[in-house]
């Protein structure tokens, strides 16, 4: 079965320093999403990503947060200059259409990044 | 806004016994309605969906769940867990088909042997 590949599994970074996280999604799929769970608390959407620009985004979505498709195959989150409240793990997601939640929507494994 | 609610952060049972988990929405209008389950070091995992139809949804693993347009309600159902059931369980909900999940807060459910 198809997977949403996240890497690193775990990234530990200082405090202002920028980090890149990093998923594969699924070859097919066009479309592409950010969500993170702060340990405790809900998974939160952060932002959905379309035909190279960004389609959707959430309030904590804020200047610190850029995503890029650099290649054909890799989505990457970068947040420029971390903060400790940035902890939390972080999960991609794709879908193969518009109709998301109707056409294979498929989470990868995680990111647990830890900022200290 | 719409919001999601999980009713029972942590559940304790014992293998065989019948587990429910409740889940409830707030939105007026059409929703998409879903559970996904998290085991231990692994990715999210739809356990099941309801776009519409038959409010009884029947999903992997022998869970069910049960709209309740009414109660704003979709809870989630097994007769009888198995100690490979422990995970955090996830209810959501989209309000279009873009995809976008509100997710609740999430049930820790520990099956005991």
């Known amino acids: 079965e198809p997977e949403v590949t996240q890497t690193p599994s775990h990234q530990v970074t200082q405090m202002g320093q920028e980090v890149i996280l990093r998923c594969v999604p699924i070859s097919n799929h066009l479309y592409f999403y950010w969500y993170r769970q702060i340990l405790g608390q809900k998974v939160e959407f952060l932002v959905s990503?379309?035909?190279?620009?960004?389609?959707?985004k959430s309030e904590i979505f804020d200047d610190q947060f850029s995503v890029e498709r650099p290649d054909g195959s890799n989505f990457t989150l970068k947040i420029r200059s971390t903060k400790l409240e940035d902890s939390a793990m972080y999960f991609c997601?794709?879908?193969?259409?518009?109709?998301?939640?109707?056409?294979?929507?498929?989470f990868g494994s995680g990111t647990r990044l830890t900022v200290v | 806004a719409q919001s999601v609610s999980q009713h029972n952060h942590h559940v304790i049972l014992s293998e065989a016994a019948s587990l429910e988990l409740g889940c409830n929405y707030s939105?007026?209008?059409?929703?998409?309605l879903f559970w996904y389950v998290q085991y231990p070091g692994q990715h999210l995992q739809l356990l099941l969906k309801?776009?519409?139809?038959?409010?009884l949804v029947k999903g992997i693993k022998g869970f069910e769940a049960e709209f309740i347009k009414s109660k704003f309600s979709f809870n989630l159902r097994k007769p009888s867990v198995q100690w490979s059931d422990t995970a955090e369980y996830f209810c959501?909900?989209?309000?279009?088909?873009?995809?976008?999940?509100?997710f609740g807060a999430g049930t820790q459910v520990v099956v005991t042997p």
């Open positions: 997601a794709s879908s193969e259409s518009g109709q998301g939640v109707n056409y294979g929507y498929t």
């Open positions: 939105y007026g209008g059409t929703v998409n």
């Open positions: 309801y776009f519409s139809g038959d409010p």
């Open positions: 959501a909900v989209t309000t279009d088909s873009w995809g976008k999940f509100q």
């Open positions: 990503f379309y035909n190279n620009e960004i389609s959707e």
